[in-house]
């Protein structure tokens, strides 16, 4: 028999797969990244069908079998692609922080907090007024959450302060460039 995984995710990615199934990319609160397969998630009928489309945050239901991951059932929470469907600069930031969960992390590579700091991040971009350095600041703490951020006096901050902190808005948005370098060092070193 196997084990029913009851988690949190983030819809980083999807693809078609067969007549009405989707693979998909999810990034879990438990389990970090995996690759699951929803079997009719596609069909019109689909009770799962909003909670499994990109950029979407639910409660899902998992088990691992022979062939890998399975989608149980799932139930939406938010889609964070739909809030940003008005706000071009956002939905870009958006995507781009889910593109670099799918591509930085490994599959099945759990990272204590990391699930957090990614919600976090996306809340963060639907509060702020400055999408531009929002966006630095959470790909900054990514970055830094998975190793990829060198330690600089500009970088410190994100290693100990919280993403929403006056003081990270206001010394990133001082030292943008330098921490524009920082950020675009690491993604080229990583061939992102």
Known sequence: MYHLYKTE??????RNSGESG???TLLTKELGRIEAYAEGARKITSKTRFALTDGSRSEIGIIR????????????????YGYFSDDK?????ICGIFF????????????DGFF???????SFLKETPDVNIAEKIAVAKILHLLGYLKRTPETEMFMKEDIRSKYVFERTNKDKRKITKEIN?????NHI
């Open 9 to 14: 995710s983030i819809v980083l990615k999807t």
């Open 22 to 24: 989707k693979k998909l």
């Open 65 to 80: 079998g022979n062939a890998g991951w399975r989608v149980t059932y799932a139930s939406p929470i938010e889609n964070f």
């Open 89 to 93: 600069k956002a939905r870009r930031a």
């Open 100 to 111: 670099l969960c799918d591509k930085l992390t490994d599959e099945s590579s759990e990272n």
């Open 116 to 122: 957090e700091e990614v919600l976090n991040s996306a």
């Open 185 to 189: 060092n690491a993604l080229n070193t």
